[in-house]
């Protein structure tokens, strides 16, 4: 990962302009809509540090390269991030393809090295966004209070929420019915039964694209990941960061782990777990073996 990707926070913040023209427009309308205040700065002003107090960002568009630079330091000694359009090398930070949907948005960078491939990533992502992804978005920040609340614990807060997210609930908030939509959610909150844990095998020899979609996503949501010794470096990649890691374990430890509720990714690369999910399932814990593509 060459560059870190981060959102800044909009509400009650201010975003400079520096400079005229149909580039310093093209950035001014990236925050149409949004709550974010829009400083337009005219070339002299641009040149004033002071002109920078208080931003939260900076973009500095003009065809004269010394102008750009002395713009880009101006804001840099006000210790404002600075991107300056065309000139990667004067960027603190480059702007993405954004797909805006609300209080969902997607961003696609490529550091500066081909925008055009940015733009063409975002309409493929943007395909698979309906307008009402916001909504769903929305309806959980509404709710988060009442669903910690209720699941403290958080392996049972995720598996609620991985189900919430595909379930009546979502559905109502996509199609616009918030008042509805919080009813089928609060409902699905306090209705739902105590959620047991599960041992998924998932087999780690790699690479990756040997995985099937379904494993792929397992992954992706474990709250543990055990894992043999030489479980590939690119599957490991594709499970979550903040999941535990556990080297291998007993079948009584796994029995635990799922007894707690936990989602178990059990990384596999020989043939000895066979034996292991045996006793598991002799124990009464729910295995699922996930296997690569054929």
């Not at 000694?77 to 393809?97: E, I, K, S, W, Y």
């Not at 087999?203 to 099937?212: H, K, S």
């Not at 989602?263 to 002799?282: F, K, M, P």
Request: proline letters at 5%; glycine letters at 8%.
């Amino acid at each position: 990962m060459d560059a870190f990707p981060a959102f800044f926070p909009l509400s009650g913040r201010s975003v400079a302009i520096a400079g005229e023209g149909e580039a310093a427009d093209a950035k001014a309308r990236l925050f149409e809509g949004s709550p974010a205040s829009v400083v337009r700065l005219s070339p002299a002003e641009a040149l004033d540090s002071r002109a920078y107090a208080g931003m939260t960002l900076a973009f500095v568009a003009g065809a004269d390269d010394a102008w750009a630079r002395q713009a880009a330091e101006a804001a840099r000694a006000a210790g404002v991030p600075v991107n300056v359009v065309d000139r990667p090398a004067l960027c603190d930070f480059t702007t993405p393809a954004v797909i805006d949907r609300g209080e969902v948005v997607a961003a696609i960078g490529t550091g500066g090295a081909s925008p055009m491939l940015a733009t063409m990533l975002r309409h493929d992502v943007e395909a698979r966004l309906p307008e009402g992804t916001g909504r769903v978005a929305a309806l959980f920040r509404l709710m988060q209070d009442e669903i910690r609340g209720a699941l403290p614990e958080a392996h049972a807060r995720r598996r609620f929420l991985r189900g919430a997210l595909s379930g009546p609930a979502a559905e109502a908030a996509m199609a616009g019915d918030m008042e509805g939509a919080k009813e089928r959610l609060r409902a699905a909150l306090f209705d739902s039964p105590q959620i047991s844990g599960v041992v998924q095998y998932i087999d780690a020899r790699g690479p990756a694209d040997l995985l099937t979609l379904r494993a792929a996503r397992a992954l992706a949501a474990a709250d543990v990941l055990v894992c043999d010794d030489a479980a590939h470096t690119d599957v490991l990649a594709l499970a979550r960061r903040d999941a535990e890691r556990l080297a291998p374990q007993s079948p009584a430890q796994l029995a635990d782990l799922a007894a707690e509720g936990l989602t178990v990714a059990r990384l596999i690369t020989g043939s000895a777990w066979r034996t292991e999910q045996a006793a598991l399932t002799a124990a009464g814990v729910t295995t699922q073996v996930l296997p690569i593509a054929s």
